[in-house]
């Protein structure tokens, strides 16, 4: 998606004999139906104004193309300017340019990141430069014009306000700044950066940005497919903004860490925000340094996809004593290990064993036995009655313990296309929390609704061209085919299915026939696929615009719930509220386990219609012919 674009004449045009900003806002909202705050209004008409005077050079063709708010494919990130056209040598080029309003910095000794006043306090964040060449290598990425198509991109930071100091263009970044040249206030920087744009772009060519703006969106990098490339140092992920922040973050609290001054980091973020990337980059590089780490999660799913991706890299008892589930922890001895990474920490229990009979508490366990405990989690992600992983639970336990509590937020969305707009139309459609997000646009995210499961499954298997495409569901069926190979579970009308193969448990969403099969949360969380085809269930259903759950709809042996009938005589007001939370947390996060589209089909017609309605007009919903 783009918000604004047009040539150079016209951009001046409309910064001279227009108010910009009220020009892009109304692109913005005819997009997305949205408005947007006024500090960033006033950030499009001051910045945009600088580079209006920028431009305002005759070298520079009137014919260039101008691009504002460009969004960067399989991400929640927009690059503030984007100019193409052709350089010397008639290639294809585009230049893009970070803006920045900032005055002043402070420098950190922490790897492209600077300390700056930023929404009402001092923050540690990502240095301009760092900021434009890590977007410049998304588009390199994941934009198939430019990864194949010929044009390259140049990347560079223009601060019109910040004068030279000696801080912001310091030696530290001077690593950074050389991919991506940094421009900073006065008639003699702007001349600097007329420079770089005339030396990258001596034409224009309006079929620039087309390609640009309408490039194929390539595959993007699953984690487990470059799983053994990162365990070997390779670079396979750029990490960006709120993600470089954190990064830096945690492998300062675990060189730091000792028994005298132990460390607790908590990390949250949503679906897609990359937490799963950020736990294995950090865990390459502490190991990297030196200390003793392991990577725990309580979700058998994602370890086992990791091992089988790992197979011939590295031998299966390496690979146990560096991944390894949440319950192994009862009798470590204290400060054992250096850092633990602690991924899906939503979904740690009490108690740990087979019958759920041992240990104390998983997470005081965990915090127990490292110097440093890195904690990353979505409250929204718990999705049984026995998850216990809060933010709380792990402050009190970090603090009883003496260790320094640091917490941090993941805001960058990789998945569902990059939509920050579906997560929040899914948590307000799925009454999770309100949001503005009332409705859906096609530009958002591909989300269908389909009048039959027949027709659901078979545009999802149309989408598995490469094994990337799963249909799952609320488990509301019984496992027949578990006693009785032959026998089908998901029965819908004509509609004939089984649950996950048996033979594959775990690597289900990677086995080459799992096509044909149904999915559940257990065999899809902490994982992604391109599309994700949803099966919604009695347990969720909508009446009269009300979101409802019903437990009693959930099959009897379903092992999320156990303990809700226990829970409901004691307290059944509690019970309800707790029943409830899970079973919404389930398909919010069973529809967002799509990177570019989620399907879905609604046993309950109601329910469909209800999803349709939150459609935008320019919508599809798929219903039978």
Not at 379 to 388: A, G, K, M, N, P
Not at 518 to 534: P, S
Request: with cysteine; hydrophobic share 35%; proline share 4%.
């Amino acid at each position: 998606m783009i918000v604004y674009e047009a040539d150079k004449k016209q951009f001046l045009s409309d910064n001279n004999d227009r108010d910009i900003e009220d020009v892009i806002l109304a692109k913005y909202f005819g997009a997305t139906g949205r408005k947007v705050p006024a500090a960033e209004m006033r950030s499009w008409r001051d910045s945009l104004g600088y580079m209006s005077r920028v431009l305002s050079d005759s070298e520079i063709p009137n014919d260039v193309g101008v691009a504002v708010e460009l969004h960067i494919p399989q991400s929640s990130k927009r690059i503030d300017i984007s100019l193409t056209g052709r350089g010397h040598d008639d290639s294809k080029n585009v230049v893009i340019v970070e803006l920045k309003q900032w005055d002043k910095v402070k420098a950190s000794t922490k790897d492209a990141l600077v300390n700056t006043y930023l929404g009402g306090g001092h923050r540690e964040v990502v240095h301009p430069s760092y900021q434009a060449w890590s977007y410049a290598s998304l588009m390199e990425g994941f934009n198939e014009a430019v990864y194949s198509g010929g044009i390259s991109v140049q990347a560079c930071a223009y601060l019109h306000n910040y004068e030279r100091d000696g801080v912001i263009d310091s030696d530290h970044y001077a690593g950074y700044i050389a991919k991506a040249p940094l421009f900073l206030r006065g008639e003699s920087e702007r001349g600097l950066l007329r420079n770089f744009i005339k030396q990258h772009i001596k034409f224009g060519d309006p079929s620039v940005l087309y390609e640009l703006v309408n490039g194929r969106i390539r595959p993007s990098k699953a984690l487990s497919d470059s799983l053994g490339g990162l365990l070997k140092g390779n670079a396979e992920f750029i990490l960006i903004d709120d993600q470089k922040e954190v990064y830096e973050n945690i492998l300062a609290a675990g060189r730091a860490a000792s028994s005298a001054s132990p460390k607790v980091v908590i990390v949250e973020g949503g679906p897609g925000t990359g937490k799963t990337v950020l736990a294995i980059n950090a865990l390459v590089t502490l190991m990297g340094a030196g200390l003793n780490c392991k990577y725990v999660s309580k979700n058998a799913a994602p370890r086992r996809v990791y091992e089988t991706k790992l197979a011939g890299t590295m031998t299966r008892t390496r690979y146990s004593n560096l991944f390894t589930g949440s319950g192994g922890f009862i009798d470590t001895p204290a400060d054992q290990f250096d850092v633990l990474i602690v991924d899906e920490a939503h979904r740690l229990n009490e108690k740990s064993g087979l019958y759920g009979n041992l240990g104390e508490n998983q997470v005081k366990e965990l915090i127990a036995a490292a110097k440093c405990t890195v904690f990353f989690i979505d409250e929204d992600q718990r999705v049984t009655l026995s998850d216990i992983g809060t933010k709380k639970t792990i402050r009190d336990f970090g603090i009883g313990k003496g260790a320094e509590v640091s917490e941090h937020e993941l805001a960058s969305q990789f998945r569902c296309s990059g939509s920050d707009g579906y997560i929040a139309w899914l948590d307000d459609t799925l009454d999770v929390r309100p949001t503005a997000n009332k409705t859906l646009t096609p530009a958002e995210f591909d989300f269908k609704v389909f009048g039959t499961p027949d027709e659901l499954h078979a545009s999802i298997a149309a989408k598995n061209t490469s094994g990337t495409a799963r249909v799952v569901a609320g488990y509301c069926w019984p496992w027949t085919s578990k006693k009785d190979p032959k026998a089908f579970d998901i029965v819908i009308g004509d509609y004939r299915k089984r649950w996950n193969l048996d033979v594959d448990g775990s690597l289900w969403i990677i086995a080459p026939n799992s096509i044909n099969e149904v999915g559940c949360i257990h065999t899809c969380q902490g994982l992604e696929v391109d599309y994700i085809g949803v099966i919604i269930g009695p347990d969720l259903i909508v009446r009269d615009g009300n979101v409802k759950t019903v437990p009693a709809a959930r099959d009897r042996y379903d092992k999320t719930l156990r303990g809700y009938k226990v829970r409901a005589k004691a307290d059944p007001k509690k019970a309800a509220a707790e029943a409830d939370l899970i079973i919404k947390n389930t398909y919010r996060t069973l529809m967002t386990r799509g990177m570019k589209g989620c399907y879905v089909y609604c046993s309950d017609e109601e329910t469909a219609a209800y999803f349709r309605a939150r459609l935008s007009p320019g919508a599809i919903a798929a219903v039978p012919a």
